[in-house]
Structure formats: C-alpha cells, structure tokens
Nanobody, 114 residues
Framework: QVRLVESGGGLVEPGGSLSLSCKAS????????MSWYRRGPGKERELVAG????????TYADFVNGRFIIDRDNSQNTVSLQMNELQPEDTAEYFC???????WGQGTQVTVSP
C-alpha cells in the first residue's frame, strides 16, 4: 500500500522546537522529490520545504528564515523537518508530500502557544 505517515506534531511554547518525521511505504522512496507543506487555520496550504531525491539540494519558503531543516534518509524511507524558534504563526497542520508520486500524508498538527 502506497502511503506516507507523519508523526512528531504537538504543542510547544513560542521559541521552542519540534521535529516532524514522515515514513514512506509502497513505492521507491529515493525516486521521489519530497516536500513538507502546511495549512494554518483559515489559510491555504503552502509549501514549507522540499528536498531532492538524493538530498543534494533543499528549498525553503521565505517565512522559514533559517529556522527549519528538511532532511531525508533513503535507507529508512523517511523525510524529516526539524523546526526551531517556532512562533504562533507556525501553528498549522503539516503534511508530507511525495511530489513524483502525488501522494499526501494525513497530516500532523503543530500548535505553538504560551
């Protein structure tokens, strides 16, 4: 079964950190560009970060501003998003996406609040 399963969301105070993980199965993980997206309350879904198939190149949205790191481990079929210096505006549901397969995960909620 082709699927992506995210984990690692939760509640964190402003300035805190969270690490999201996405486990892929059912397809050749190393053959797909991978991305993280998010959808905040009342907002459209937006790209957060992307990483090429072998991990040689990464792309970040402007709002990341050096706070997040996307990485992948093709031996474990996982892509991660390390998020630091979180702010309330980062509150959103975060989704993993396999671009070449057009597969979405179910999402994991991140809430940043005092």
């Amino acid at each position: 079964q082709v699927r992506l399963v995210e984990s690692g969301g939760g509640l964190v105070e402003p300035g805190g950190s969270l690490s999201l993980s996405c486990k892929a199965s059912g397809f050749t993980f190393s053959s797909s560009y991978m991305s993280w997206y998010r959808r905040g309350p009342g907002k459209e879904r937006e790209l957060v970060a992307g990483i090429t198939k072998q991990g040689f190149s990464r792309t970040y949205a402007d709002f990341v501003n050096g706070r997040f790191i996307i990485d992948r481990d093709n031996s474990q079929n996982t892509v991660s998003l390390q998020m630091n210096e979180l702010q309330p505006e980062d509150t959103a549901e975060y989704f993993c996406h396999a671009d070449d397969m057009e597969i979405w995960g179910q999402g994991t909620q991140v809430t940043v609040s005092p």
